[in-house]
């Protein structure tokens, strides 16, 4: 079975600009979210889907938002990007409980200049 | 607000020797605890996880000890090997609806030939 991958691995923008992040979960997988990894704060919940819906949402400004189509893939937009956006954005994607053992993809590396 | 506490920061270890690592939660409303390796470059792995109504759970060389009254987790990691050198996180689950994962801030393993 194929892995959770995201695109692109890498990605450089400028201040002020906008983003679109995309991930295609585990086969099977209905539910899929997104984190944020820096070397400050670690690793940050941003929100979670599970049929086409959000379910969660963690500590992040209106910038981020996502959406999630039918066949489960889903995306990240970042809007009016910042210098402290530059991070590594993991997607992650599982089954719902009680079997939720969340897979992660490889990361979007985002560097804003 | 649900934290994660994780210790030590790093920790260099001998070839053969025991890697422990530890975690404490401070809220009870956790209900899945997983551990995660990370490689440089690489998205986390899904490498051990356990729910509170067990207190102990092994996997090869990796063990899991869960102590509920003390809200404390811990991975050992035995006969620890240099291809063991990476990053650790423990991450802990809200009870509810959502798969969001809380993640502790993480532990550096070098493990010396």
């Known amino acids: 079975k194929a892995g959770v991958t995201q695109t692109p691995r890498y990605l450089i923008k400028t201040r002020g600009q906008q983003v679109t992040l995309s991930c295609s979960p585990i086969s099977g997988h209905r539910s899929v979210s997104w984190y944020q990894q820096t070397p400050g704060q670690g690793l940050q919940f941003l929100f979670e889907y599970f049929s086409e819906t959000q379910r969660n949402k963690g500590n992040f400004p209106g910038r981020f938002s996502g959406r999630q189509f039918s066949n489960s893939r889903s995306e990240m937009n970042v809007s009016t990007l910042e210098l402290g956006d530059s991070a590594l954005y993991l997607c992650a994607s599982s089954l719902v409980r009680p079997n939720y053992e969340q897979y992660f993809g490889p990361g979007t590396r985002l560097t804003v200049t | 607000q649900q934290q994660v506490k994780q210790s030590p920061q790093s920790l260099i270890v001998q070839k053969g020797g025991i890697s422990i690592i530890n975690c404490a939660y401070e809220n009870t409303a956790f209900d899945y605890f997983p551990w995660y390796q990370q490689f440089p470059g690489k998205g986390p792995a899904l490498l051990i996880a356990?729910?509170?109504?067990?207190s102990e759970k092994k996997e090869g060389r990796f063990t899991i000890s869960f102590n509920k009254s003390a809200k404390q987790f811990s991975l050992h990691i035995m006969d620890s090997q240099p291809g063991d050198s990476a990053t650790y996180f423990c991450?802990?689950?809200?009870?509810?609806?959502?798969?969001?994962?809380?993640f502790g801030k993480g532990t550096k393993l070098t493990v010396n030939p």
């Open positions: 356990i729910r509170p109504d067990v």
């Open positions: 991450a802990a689950s809200p009870t509810g609806g959502s798969e969001k994962l809380v």
